[in-house]
């Protein structure tokens, strides 16, 4: 756009200068010409009305006087409004105009550009002293017209292909100089998107190449602090389960035997129980994170019916008697990760139950693109509208469910099952309160 804008103000002061000096030019010349043949043909005239009969005068202009093609002569004394002889009956003094007409009463020679009949003319006005007579004569400018109009197309198809030139080069110029900067824009967003072994090539200018070298500087310390964080959460949870495995045993047991302890002793064994199953199933959670985040975990899709899956999910988790709304056009079979669509509806369920009071119901619909929503409501007291993107990070959770009980993984679990899936999700309103979280998943509809 600045080459173009550059390249317009360029054409148009050059088209304005080189016309104007051409058009100042030829008018010039022009009106040279013009005041040359006139003096001629007046001194014509003037030999005319010595040698000849005066009365034969209005035959000569008329017959004999060679004026340019559309031009005319008028002659006409001082002191008559009239003229007293003409090369065009069809035109008197009265065509010329009243300055110039005026000038050579006063006994002057002038010129004068006028428009008769529409047609732009030099005039030119000669005082012949000798009988107080003025000659006045016109010249067209059609030719001259003419010829400034080719002048101006020829500068303005000229400009036209500079303007475009100058366009074409400032694409190629300024796409050349900002490839480098969205090389690195799309390789920011690759990483961004997960793909941290994503690096720019070499370049072969020096400055280019230090924007490069500096970028994958940067990218190979992000990748390293990012592996290092998730083998690191990796190994811990790794070396949690065993001392888990043993205490979540040794717990069970003092949990059978209850009735031998003190009551005292019971409600202490209660929150231990209660504790150690909420870490044991955080550890899980963070194993399962670590394999998503580390991309060893793949699809598995599989033909099931849609609603029977969901039912038999629901009743799994605590929620045989749960009404599941099917809207029309719902698929009946679909293609899908059956592992990964049971954990992303069970932890909706468990996160209902927990936080929200438990499920009202489960809704089914199709959408564009064959895509599948799965949305679960609950009558809770919602979400904040500045909570709803952040309460699927991990360990994060709502203002209204900090003091009840979860690991604050499972919608973290949701949202990363759905995006390996391709899908994503979210949370909204449900109408007449309470929460309604969504899922859209891609789904391969079977007829």
Do not use: C
Request: net charge negative; hydrophobic share 45%; no cysteine.
């Amino acid at each position: 756009m600045f080459f173009a804008f550059i390249a317009l103000l360029a054409g148009i002061v050059l088209i304005g200068v080189t016309y104007g000096f051409a058009r100042s030019n030829l008018l010039d010349g022009e009106v040279a010409a013009a005041k040359q043949q006139a003096f001629v043909h007046a001194d014509d005239v003037r030999a005319r009305l010595t040698n000849s009969d005066p009365t034969e005068i209005g035959d000569y202009l008329e017959n004999s006087l060679r004026t340019v093609p559309g031009g005319f002569a008028v002659l006409s004394s001082g002191d008559i409004d009239s003229s007293d002889a003409a090369s065009d009956q069809l035109y008197t003094i009265a065509e010329f105009p009243t300055r110039l007409v005026d000038a050579v009463r006063a006994k002057k020679t002038g010129t004068q550009n006028a428009q008769i009949d529409g047609q732009d003319y030099v005039t030119v006005g000669v005082y012949i002293a000798e009988y107080d007579t003025g000659y006045y004569e016109a010249f067209p400018l059609d030719e001259t017209e003419s010829t400034l109009n080719a002048i101006l197309t020829a500068l303005a198809l000229g400009a036209a292909g500079t303007l475009l030139l100058a366009t074409l080069f400032g694409l190629a110029t300024s796409r050349r100089l900002l490839r480098p900067l969205s090389q690195v824009a799309d390789a920011a967003g690759d990483i961004a998107s997960g793909g941290l072994d994503t690096r720019l090539e070499p370049e072969s200018d020096p400055d280019l190449d230090r924007l490069a070298g500096s970028f994958n500087e940067m990218a190979d310390a992000v990748q390293t602090r990012i592996e290092r964080e998730a083998r690191f959460a990796s190994d811990v949870s790794h070396e949690l389960r065993s001392p888990i495995t043993a205490l979540t045993a040794a717990v069970e047991v003092l949990d059978a035997r209850r009735d031998d302890i003190p009551e005292r002793t019971q409600q202490a064994l209660d929150v231990v129980v209660s504790q150690v199953r909420r870490f044991d199933s955080m550890v899980i959670d963070l194993l399962e994170l670590a394999r998503l985040d580390a991309g060893a975990t793949d699809l598995n899709i599989e033909q099931l019916e849609l609603v029977d899956l969901t039912r038999r999910i629901a009743a799994r988790y605590g929620e045989p008697d749960l009404p599941i709304v099917v809207q029309r056009r719902t698929p009946k079979v679909v293609e899908i990760d059956k592992v990964r669509f049971e954990r992303i509806l069970g932890n909706l369920l468990e996160n209902a139950r927990n936080h929200g009071g438990g499920a009202i119901r489960i809704e089914l619909l199709p959408t564009k693109g064959r895509r599948i929503r799965v949305a679960v409501e609950d009558g809770g007291p919602g979400v904040a509208s500045g909570e709803r993107h952040r309460i699927f990070e991990r360990f994060a959770r709502g203002s209204a469910a900090r003091h009840r009980i979860g690991t604050g993984l499972g919608l973290a679990l949701v949202a990363e099952h759905s995006a390996a899936m391709g899908g994503e999700a979210w949370v909204e309103d449900r109408v007449g309160g309470g929460a309604r979280f969504v899922v859209e998943l891609p789904a391969e509809v079977q007829t």
